[in-house]
């Protein structure tokens, strides 16, 4: 069974910014997929993200199909140089520690 953690939705976030800027732009299957994320759970995520500017979203039509298409814009790369990296370095992400139990075994031995 796979290891899920949580994480907090700012580190989420500059998963997001971080992926689109990395690629220039990715369409929602590939973003959701990359970031590792569950679409209807977090779909408002991306939503708040686009209304306050920090990722622009487009609709490209192929024949019947709709894709969209997201992108970082300038704002949220801002965001993410002048906000989140300095909240990361002063709160790293917790490693994954796929060993657990079998640490605190070691512990009490």
Avoid: W
């Avoid at 939705?9 to 971080?18: E, G, L, M, P, R």
């Avoid at 894709?67 to 370095?89: H, N, S, W």
Wanted: glycine share 4%; proline share 4%; net charge positive.
């Amino acid at each position: 069974m796979p290891n899920k953690t949580y994480r907090e939705k700012i580190y989420i976030i500059k998963d997001i910014i971080s992926l689109l800027a990395e690629y220039g732009s990715l369409n929602q299957t590939t973003l959701v997929s990359y970031s590792g994320l569950n679409l209807k759970k977090h779909k408002y995520i991306l939503d708040s993200l686009e209304v306050k500017g920090f990722i622009s979203k487009s609709l490209i039509e192929e024949g019947k199909r709709v894709i969209t298409v997201y992108q970082a814009t300038a704002k949220g790369l801002d965001f993410c140089r002048m906000i989140i990296e300095p909240y990361e370095e002063l709160f790293p992400r917790k490693p994954i520690d796929s060993n657990k139990s079998n640490l605190s075994f070691l512990i009490f031995v």
